[in-house]
């Protein structure tokens, strides 16, 4: 991809790249599993092209248009930047987002259980308040305000610059009058506040694991993924304060991915109920506040 041809088309450049991440043996994990996807993601935004069409795939690019999707991918390889923090944005719940690296890049599958607000777990018709702990972009938030639009959404985090990120993002999607951000570590700045559904994706990486990872997590905020020796800091941080903030009724669902293991053991008298997603993913478990 160091030459610049002439007639090359959109996908033959999709082509060229993917090709060159294969080689470079990139990490996929962040929006897209291949380097195919990866690859036309980037060319896609380096060339600032619409929706993707046939006709689209079939256009000859320019000199210009070349060099510059070349050097994206180049960066993308070099840097080992996921491709989302390049773009600056992805998806998530159907649902279009600012993304940059002052927060973790969505890819949870509470994707899914939000696009069937929350069922069969909850009658939708019943929620009036969620709170989203560690909210980061603020997509579990958004995503939820969103699809249920009877409900008020509190969103969390410790981290004022990942705040700062969600606030954009809110107000993307004209969700002000019902997104609250508030920066809080856990549950610190919301006494007395109660939900029907208390909602997390919080850290959940061991001290062995952070230093395993592959250098594109390393482009993630750490205090988004890092949570302790066992990485269950964060999960034991919400099940001691959590059932003090639903209501009767009320549930508390999160997400501790390949922690799972170890969140049985280390609390093997909990009635956790385990979700299962039909596009793949786990490690989440849900809880009532009876339970609790």
């Known amino acids: 991809m160091n030459k610049v041809s002439h007639n090359v088309t959109v996908q033959q450049l999709i082509a060229r790249g993917a090709r060159r991440l294969q080689r470079a043996r990139v990490f996929f994990g962040h929006g897209t599993d291949n380097a195919w996807d990866e690859a036309a993601a980037l060319v896609w935004h ?3 092209l619409p929706t993707p069409t046939a006709r689209l795939y079939a256009r000859t690019t320019t000199a210009t248009q070349q060099r510059q999707a070349r050097d994206l991918i180049t960066r993308r390889i070099t840097e080992r930047t996921p491709a989302v923090y390049l773009t600056g944005e992805t998806w998530f719940a159907g649902l279009q987002f600012n993304t940059d690296p002052r927060a973790l890049i969505p890819r949870s599958p509470l994707a899914e259980l939000i696009e069937r607000r929350y069922a069969p777990w909850v009658d939708a018709r019943r929620v009036r308040r969620v709170l989203d702990i560690g909210t980061g972009c603020g997509c579990i938030a958004i995503a939820t305000a969103a699809l249920m639009p009877g409900v008020r959404v509190d969103a969390v985090d410790i981290s004022a610059d990942a705040l700062a ?12 009058r019902r997104v609250r951000l508030i920066e809080s570590d856990y549950f610190s700045a919301l006494r007395g506040e109660r939900y029907d559904i208390i909602v997390s994706n919080p850290p959940y990486v061991g001290a062995r694991e952070m230093r395993s990872l592959p250098p594109e997590y390393h482009r993630e905020p750490r205090l988004a993924l890092a949570s302790g020796k066992d990485g269950m800091d964060a999960v034991r941080a919400i099940l001691a304060a959590a059932g003090r903030h639903l209501n009767p009724g009320g549930v508390l669902i999160v997400e501790v991915g390949n922690t799972e293991v170890a969140v049985r053991r280390a609390f093997a008298r909990l009635p956790f109920t385990w979700l299962t997603f039909e596009r793949g993913g786990g490690g989440v478990f849900m809880l009532n506040a009876e339970q609790l």
């Open 165 to 176: 990120l969600a606030a954009r993002n809110v107000r993307r999607h004209r969700l002000r």
């Open 46 to 48: 380096a060339l600032r």
